[in-house]
Nanobody
Framework: VQLQASGGGLVQPGGSLRLSCAVS????????IGWFRQAPGKGREGVSC????????YYPDSVKGRFTISRDSAKNTVYLQMNSLKPEDTAVYYC??????????????????WGQGTQVTVSS
């Protein structure tokens, strides 16, 4: 399984960005895909995931209503649409894959596969 995140950048508060996670063929058929972020001096935080089966999505309260995860199986890509961005959303964002949604949601240190990060900076 290979994952490659892209789409980060500098955006003003209130702006939007869409991150992409390109995955190797077949990954979406059997893995939950998640997005995590890590700000300087802080621990890694899960921001969203989408189950491989029925596509159920999950969000923590910190991003609910602002972030949307989606997938395009034909393009082997998972997206994270981020709207109404705040300075506290500034972080390196990572995508990850694991066969078990429970691992993705509750045991991120046990997640099987990680992509490289993409920097998101929200600043005026």
């Amino acid at each position: 399984v290979q994952l490659q995140a892209s789409g980060g950048g500098l955006v003003q508060p209130g702006g939007s960005l869409r991150l992409s996670c390109a995955v190797s063929r077949g990954t979406l058929d059997r893995n939950t895909i998640g997005w995590f972020r890590q700000a300087p001096g802080k621990g890694r935080e899960g921001v969203s995931c989408i189950e491989w089966g029925d596509g159920t999505t999950y969000y923590p309260d910190s991003v609910k209503g602002r972030f949307t995860i989606s997938r395009d199986s034909a393009k082997n890509t998972v997206y994270l649409q981020m709207n109404s961005l705040k300075p506290e959303d500034t972080a390196v964002y990572y995508c990850a894959a694991d066969p078990l949604v429970v691992t993705m949601r509750n045991s991120q240190n046990a997640v099987d596969y990680w992509g490289q990060g993409t920097q998101v900076t929200v600043s005026s």
